[in-house]
């Protein structure tokens, strides 16, 4: 197989990835998109990096991936020109302890409610419940300790919000600018 076969097989996945992901209504799961243009789902989110690449200049959307699942999306950073448009009020802002819990919540998923109360030293219920009426967490199934308590994680809301396309796009804890003078590093300790 010579080299233009291969750019013409590369732009065929790209074209099915993007009209299979342009069609669907919500995110699609890696393994499927894979199986369908026959490629490892490893070869796959190589692919998708190099089309984020190249939307990234001239596109108005781009691909995110969260927990395994393919969605197309448009582009983070025209957030408020996409609500003005639709007539979305502009996404509302979260209190300190929502904050606070939600950064718990992504850098620890997955994570129990008494786990978040635990580290942050305060009943966490209502905060919970706020973030997840507005999308940004999701239960992620339960754990296998006593009492099986609910185990939290982000969601693709969580991303659009933040303008992430992945969780990895996080900062590194120790490159975490302190707040209010506070030099006390413990809240995300393993």
Excluded: W
Excluded at 34 to 60: F, Q, R
Excluded at 105 to 132: C, F
């Amino acid at each position: 197989m010579g080299q233009d076969d291969m750019d013409d097989s590369s732009l065929s996945k790209k074209k099915i990835i993007e009209a299979v992901l342009f069609v669907s209504s919500s995110s699609i799961p890696l393994a499927e998109i894979a199986k369908l243009v026959d490629i490892s789902t490893a070869e796959l989110s190589s692919i998708i990096k190099e089309m984020n690449d190249e939307y990234a200049e001239t596109h108005g959307i781009c691909i995110m991936i969260h927990n395994n699942r393919v969605q197309l999306t448009t582009s983070p950073d025209l957030a408020e020109k996409i609500e003005e448009f639709l007539g979305l009020e502009i996404t509302t802002t979260l209190s300190r302890a929502a904050l606070e819990s939600l950064a718990i919540i992504a850098y620890k998923q997955p994570i129990t409610r008494p786990q978040i109360d635990e580290i942050r030293g305060v009943n966490s219920d209502g905060v919970v419940r706020t973030l997840l009426s507005k999308g940004l967490i999701e239960e992620m199934g339960r754990a296998d300790s006593m009492g099986k308590p609910i185990l939290y994680g982000t969601t693709e809301d969580f991303l659009h919000y933040f303008g992430m396309k992945s969780i990895e796009e996080l900062p590194e804890i120790s490159n975490l600018a302190v707040v209010g003078g506070n030099t006390n590093h413990t809240i995300l300790k393993q």
